[in-house]
């Protein structure tokens, strides 16, 4: 097989590494066996056929039900808080006809799949026909076949999807999904609190800090940015003793009470609550807090680097409404429409174009590198190596034990 070359460009180079990393384990080279596929993913069950349902063919009664149903994180699509509605959504809606009802049930990948998986391994409807999930995730919701396969002829915009990634190893020719949003994770802090603001992973352990630092409840970002902390090439040939190194570093911290909790996205309830000072972040989560809250909040990718990551949409293997659902996705590869989400949860855009468009949507953040990235900015940006089986099944444990689940 032809290696598949990576772009030039420097910038899609890291954002196409990032989407071919931190896949799942499960698209390793080869395969695995049944046992190793539900050892690693940790269910009884067996795969599903694709577009199954309780042993039938899913319906799709999208023409004479105009709704579609999202699941996706907190602060993740423009919002306006006086009216208590998703702009962008409403303009769809007046578009199409369709409904969409959009809720912010992800709080964490495992949490998320954790409690659909039962659903999903029986083929049954889970109530959502878009949900967005990390690569790593999405790729296991394929390789399950707990999603159905895309019709590319209701989302003519894919096209604009970055050249560069229209091609990802967990998912080859985006068969199965579409890249959402891209980002980082690193530290933030209260700069009230901590005037003197923060450089590293270990400036979390400050005395003064204690019992007001969360951590992120996702492996790959917060054991990523600690290995890095370590002096741990993360994106290289790093084992046991390196990842044991920094798990020892966390369960030392949370028994000392340094720690407060380690959270999915709900963190940012404590920051506001001001019950967590210092947190490993999401970045476009802290620019969303300081536009709402008034500026209260620093994001820094540490001195030892922070990670880098893409979340993915994606159509549950029963959803009764999978072309309002392409519909949808349409919708948003359309680069003045991505540009708007961007422009509001300030993340990486997916859609070629989106830059250009940002010009008319709000010009003052066309050179925001946590929207679209210098090549500067992105050296200090990191992707966690893919995970064999063993290994994925290995840490997800000890990592769970370490925060008490």
Known sequence: ???????????????????????????????LTLAGLLAACGTGGTPTSQGSAEGGAVVDRSAEEKIVNWANWTLYLDYDSEAQTYPSLDAFTKQTGIQANYS?????????????????????DIGQDIVTLTDWMTARMIRLGYTQ???RSN????KNLLRNLQDVDFDPGRKHSLTWQSGFAGIAWNKKAIPGGLK?????????????VEVLDEMRDTLGLMMLENGVDIGGNWGDDEFDNALDDLRREIANGQIR??????????????DALAVVAWSGDITQLNFEQGDKWEFILPEAGGTLWSDNLMVPVASPHKTNAEKLMNFYYDPENAATVAAWVNYISPVAGAREAMEKVDPSLVDNPLIFPTDEYLADAHVIRTLSA?????????????IGN
């Open 1 to 31: 097989m032809t290696p598949r070359r990576l772009p030039e460009d420097p910038q899609l180079r890291r954002l196409v590494v990032a989407q071919m990393s931190r896949r799942n384990v499960l698209t390793g080279a080869g395969g």
């Open 104 to 124: 912010e049930d992800i709080d964490g990948n495992d949490s998320y799949f954790g409690k659909v998986q039962g659903q999903l391994a029986a083929g049954q």
């Open 149 to 151: 396969e895309l019709d």
């Open 155 to 158: 989302i003519p915009n894919a």
């Open 200 to 212: 590293s992973v270990s400036d979390l352990w400050n005395p003064e800090l204690r019992g007001r």
């Open 261 to 274: 909790q380690v959270k999915g996205n709900s963190y940012k309830q404590d920051l506001i609550s001001e």
């Open 390 to 402: 063993d290994e994925e099944t290995k840490y997800n444990d000890r990592f769970q034990k370490a």
